[in-house]
């Protein structure tokens, strides 16, 4: 390995060395807890060295919710092998929801904390690259669900939003704990039974 392969691959590991630190302090402390100083402490390297790499948190925020999307997107690839679109819709529900909830803080900087937008505004990117993808996995399979005869008279790009917008919806409100001003006779399995009320609307389509 030559001088210059090296120096790229220390660069590298280095920055890895970065994201992995700032992941783990950010899934203990989360965001408002998270910053360049001690994410620098937790490597052992001054402040300075980070920001070799990055130009400020909301960049290696920007990062970390990469790696979440990365890690979403292989869940919901494995379910291109249910053949019939409407149970792949369905599951992919499920593993959304159950992402949500095993991740709280992963998806709120996916879905709801400002700061990887902060560094895609930054750059003037007029798209966030990786919502797309995941909105386009469903919107797919929301057409294939139009194509077999399901959802009459709906395009698949406004209902593929309403079908997201209403999950994110409950998945938002369950890990922020607004859940528990509910009055209901099970205020704990609201959620879960919310959600099987919403298949049984599309079912109705």
């Not at 790229?8 to 920055?15: A, F, N």
């Not at 302090?25 to 998270?34: D, Q, S, V």
């Not at 902060?118 to 386009?136: C, H, P, T, V």
């Amino acid at each position: 390995m030559g001088i210059s392969e090296r120096k790229t691959k220390e660069k590298q590991e280095l920055k890895a060395l970065i994201l992995a630190a700032a992941r783990k302090l950010f899934l203990e402390r989360g965001i408002a807890e998270t910053s360049i100083r001690n994410i620098a402490e937790a490597i052992e390297y001054s402040p300075a060295t980070i920001y070799l790499y990055y130009k400020d948190k909301d960049e290696i925020l920007h990062d970390l919710h990469n790696q979440g999307f990365q890690e979403l997107g292989d869940k919901m690839r494995v379910l291109l092998e249910v053949s019939d679109p409407f149970e792949r819709l369905k599951a992919l529900g499920r593993v959304y929801i159950n992402f949500g909830l095993q991740n709280t803080e992963m998806y709120d900087l996916m879905f709801i904390a400002k700061a990887p937008m902060n560094y895609i505004e930054g750059l003037q990117q007029s798209e966030w690259q990786e919502g797309k993808r995941a909105f386009d996995f469903l919107m797919l399979t929301v057409d294939e669900c139009i194509a077999a005869g399901r959802f009459a008279g709906h395009e698949a790009g406004p209902l593929s939003y309403v079908i997201w917008s209403c999950v994110h919806g409950m998945v938002a409100l369950e890990i922020r704990d607004r859940c528990k001003g509910i009055s209901c006779e099970d205020p704990v399995l609201i959620f879960r039974d919310a959600f099987e009320a919403f298949i049984k609307v599309l079912e109705s389509f």
